[in-house]
C-alpha cells in the first residue's frame, strides 16, 4: 500500500533536464511553462514572441504594398515607398521588436527559474499524494 504514492509521484514528477531541454529549444514560445504546469506564463510567452514576429511580418509587407517600381527610361527602374507605408510598417516594425525584446530576457531569465519551478510542482505534487 505504500508503494502506490512513490510510484505515482515518480510517474508524475516532472525533470529538470527534460525543463531545459524544452527550454533549450522551445523556450521562447513557453513550451517549458506548460511542461511544468504554469499555463499562464506559457501561453504569455507563446503570444508575445509569435506576436513579435508576426508584426514584423505584416511591417514588411505593409511597406512592400506601399512600394512602387517606376520605369523612366528602358533599363531604368526607380522604387519609391509611400510615406504612409513607412511610418505604417515602421510602426508595426518597432512594436514587434519591442515585444521581441520582452520575451529574449524573459527566455534568459527562465534558465535561471527552472529549478525553483521544478521543485514547487514536485512539492506540490507530493503533497497531494500524501493526503
Not at 4 to 30: C, H, M, N, V
Amino acid at each position: 500500500m505504500a508503494e502506490q504514492p512513490i510510484d505515482a509521484y515518480e510517474a508524475g514528477r516532472k525533470s529538470t533536464g527534460l525543463a531545459y531541454l524544452l527550454w533549450f529549444f522551445l523556450g521562447t514560445f513557453g513550451v517549458h511553462r506548460f511542461y511544468l504546469k504554469r499555463p499562464t506564463g506559457g501561453w504569455t510567452q507563446f503570444f508575445v514572441h509569435v506576436g513579435g514576429w508576426a508584426l514584423l511580418g505584416l511591417a514588411a509587407w505593409r511597406v512592400g504594398q506601399g512600394s512602387v517600381v517606376h520605369v523612366d527610361e528602358p533599363g531604368m527602374h526607380m522604387m519609391t515607398t509611400s510615406w504612409s507605408a513607412v511610418v505604417g510598417g515602421g510602426l508595426l516594425a518597432w512594436t514587434g521588436g519591442c515585444l521581441l525584446a520582452i520575451v529574449w530576457p524573459w527566455w534568459l531569465v527562465d534558465a535561471f527559474l527552472i529549478p525553483g519551478m521544478t521543485g514547487d510542482f514536485n512539492r506540490r505534487l507530493r503533497a497531494v499524494l500524501d493526503r
